[in-house]
């Protein structure tokens, strides 16, 4: 008989660097859903070196006093790729599931619970990857469903150490184009899809500091991983338009312009698992927010 995955099983991994506002916001959030284990992870270098962020840490310590609490203030710079990858793996020597929430994801009062189910989900399943807690679909009006999905959605997000472990940032000694024929998952790909991604794979193939979720993905094809998605999205990201952002800091996307974050109890996948995934990459490259939605909603109405 399987033993369920519980809270107490899993770490909570919070990156932060010059935000302190932010920062407060996730640990209130964090702190609402009922985390046990946590680890924050703040990246160093003297604009990180404030009294605001020195009274946002002392402020955990008290807050977080009852649980497994661990922070680590970096005394330099380790730029965000280097920093999300540094600190999972510090997480994973201990913890064999791990669940991360950058400083700017907002995240649902349920999430914690619902990224447990989905590690559930998945081990009912007999397949590997990661769970996430967005979509670009947003509400709170409808039951909420898993869905399967190609792409690893990296905001609010968890996965296994067993995951992890195939993952590397370098691509650089990897020959991209014969590993990607092996996978089933790739070979699916329209044309489209294949030259948008390979352009991406190929480029931090060249400039593997620039990012570290695109190496993801790449891994998540070759693996064949089964991630999980939620139909209405559990998290959000307010880092957009931050000039003290890394990668957020242009205009708020359309996707993200529209909405409550759900509640809604995530359990059964969808039927429609497929469809969406591909409605997900042309919302993700076109923009077709607005005309997914009204598509979506009718057919949720049909559910049970």
Known sequence: MQTNIQLKDVIVLIIGYRRPDLLESRLNEIERCGVLNLFLSIDGGQDSQTPEMDSIKQGALKKFSKINFKLTHHSENLGLSNHIITSVNTVFKTYKYMILVEDDVVISANFLDTMVRGFNLQKQLNVSGVVSGYSPNFNNSYKNKWRKTHIAYLWGWGCSSEVWKKYTPDLSKIDLERSLMNSQTWLKLNKFQ?????????????????????????????????????????????????????????????????????????VHLTKFSTLYSLFDFDNYVTGLNQRIDKILKKRFRQYP
Do not use: A, C
Request: zero cysteines; a positive charge; proline letters at 4%.
């Open 194 to 266: 294949k030259r948008f991604w390979m352009r991406k794979f190929l480029f931090v193939r060249q400039n593997p500091r620039h990012t570290w979720d695109h190496q993801f993905t790449y891994h998540s094809f070759v693996n064949n991983f089964v991630n999980l998605s939620p139909i209405f999205s559990l998290v959000s990201n307010e880092g957009f338009n931050d000039s003290r952002g890394t990668h957020t800091k242009g205009k708020l996307p359309k996707n993200l312009e529209n909405g409550e974050l759900s509640t809604m109890e995530t």
